[in-house]
């Protein structure tokens, strides 16, 4: 075993010694200050992170409680409201998530609050530590889960807010409002992308980067909400498993024949199921993503251009693809939704979309196109 590392050590130096250098007389760089510097990139980064997190709060906010009808029972209460101590934090922000954002071990501070949510109506702000719900103390780690459990037990009842505010404690009282329950979570990737497995929504932080406007921002958050509940899970589902039967009949044809597929039709045809109708569904989404929009008070005029910025982003989704509708496609859809939600807005009447009356048939495997 001895003899084995000492060759691989005399290799790995013969092969050290035999690759190319650089070149130039580098300058030195001194240990502390890359320390320094790392440090300083790394609260820049947190002190973005949670930038972003505030934004799409605000906007999830808004979608969740003016479209709470459209999440039929899967409401809670909610506030409006982000609080966090380092404890509370990922691992990897602790050693300077205080410095980054003004947070103590000791309570946890609110590092976002919702314009116009109930947390705001009752005078509270980014930078206040909450101490107490009611006279029960707020615990340092776990804390959003913690609060987010105290208000299902609350329901809608007015609660009492104890809090510190520059040394100073104070007490406040606020009311909770009933809102969609799905969870609208960031996620770091430089991807233009958004997703949902119809139990969350995943935003990514390159799709919030095109986002000029909280508007555009907010067609995003309700296109994804929109395929959750207009249920296309279910219907994708649906379509994946009536593929499925139909492709294992053609396996069990070719069984019969002495031929055994191992199951490749099913498969095959599951798949073409579960892609059936998916720019459709996706043109759908963008539809009533726009209304719920446009329910929670934002202008949805110009959210449009999100589709050239992603057009120009992405130059093959301008002409060609596949899951999604083309970015032009999106682009005039959008365009026409905000006429047409224009004029229902000038004439009084609800911001609805126009749904079909009966549901279309699912396409069969017969008609997939693959």
Same mark, same amino acid.
């Given at each position: 075993m001895r003899g084995g590392r000492r060759i691989f050590v005399?290799?790995? @130096?013969?092969?050290?010694? #035999?690759? #190319?250098?650089?070149?130039?007389?580098? *300058?030195?760089?001194? &240990?502390?200050? $890359?320390?320094?510097?790392? !440090?300083?990139?790394?609260? %820049?980064?947190? /002190?973005?992170?949670?930038?972003?997190?505030? /934004?799409?709060?605000?906007?999830?906010? !808004?979608?969740?409680?003016?479209?709470?009808?459209?999440?039929?029972?899967?409401?809670?209460? &909610?506030?409006?409201?982000? %609080? @966090?101590?380092?404890?509370?934090?990922?691992?990897?922000?602790?050693?300077?998530? !205080?410095?980054?954002?003004? +947070?103590?071990? %000791?309570?946890?501070?609110? +590092?976002?609050? $919702?314009?116009?949510? *109930?947390?705001?109506?009752?005078?509270?702000? =980014?930078?206040?530590? +909450?101490?107490?719900f009611n006279g029960e103390h707020i615990p340092t780690s776990g804390t959003m889960g913690w609060i987010a459990g105290w208000l299902v037990q609350n329901k809608l009842a007015p609660l009492q807010v104890d809090y510190r505010r520059d040394g100073e404690y104070l007490t406040t009282t606020m009311t909770p409002v009933m809102a969609c329950a799905i969870p609208i979570e960031l996620r770091i990737a430089d991807d233009v992308n958004a997703e949902t497995n119809f139990r969350k929504i995943t935003i990514n932080s390159g799709m919030i980067a095109i986002a000029k406007t909280d508007a555009q921002l907010a067609t995003i958050v309700g296109?994804? =909400?929109a395929h959750v509940f207009m249920g296309h899970g279910e219907k994708k589902e649906f379509n994946m498993t009536l593929g499925k039967i139909g492709g294992t009949l053609v396996d069990g044809g070719f069984l019969l024949a002495g031929v055994s597929t191992r199951g490749a039709f099913g498969n095959r045809f599951a798949s073409a199921g579960a892609a059936a109708y998916s720019p459709a569904f996706e043109r759908e989404a963008d539809y009533v993503g726009a209304y719920y929009t446009a329910r929670a008070g934002y202008d949805i005029e110009g959210t449009e251009e999100i589709w050239f910025t992603s057009g120009i982003m992405h130059p093959d989704s301008i002409r060609f693809t596949t899951t999604h509708p083309a970015a032009p496609i999106r682009f005039v859809q959008m365009k026409k939704v905000a006429a047409e939600i224009a004029e229902k807005k000038?004439?009084?009447?609800?911001?609805?979309?126009?749904?079909? *009356? $009966?549901?279309?048939? *699912? +396409?069969?495997?017969? &008609?997939?196109?693959?």
């Open positions: 005399l290799a790995g @130096a013969l092969f050290s010694a #035999a690759c #190319a250098m650089p070149d130039s007389r580098l *300058p030195p760089l001194p &240990q502390d200050e $890359v320390n320094a510097e790392t !440090r300083r990139q790394q609260i %820049a980064h947190i /002190r973005d992170y949670y930038g972003q997190i505030h /934004r799409l709060d605000t906007v999830a906010f !808004r979608l969740r409680v003016a479209n709470k009808a459209d999440c039929k029972k899967w409401i809670t209460p &909610q506030v409006g409201l982000y %609080a @966090a101590t380092p404890d509370s934090l990922p691992r990897k922000y602790r050693s300077y998530a !205080r410095e980054a954002l003004a +947070i103590t071990w %000791a309570r946890p501070t609110l +590092i976002s609050v $919702v314009e116009g949510s *109930p947390a705001a109506a009752a005078g509270l702000r =980014m930078g206040d530590e +909450i101490t107490a296109h994804e =909400m000038r004439r009084g009447l609800p911001l609805d979309p126009e749904l079909r *009356p $009966v549901e279309e048939t *699912p +396409i069969t495997p017969a &008609q997939a196109t693959y």
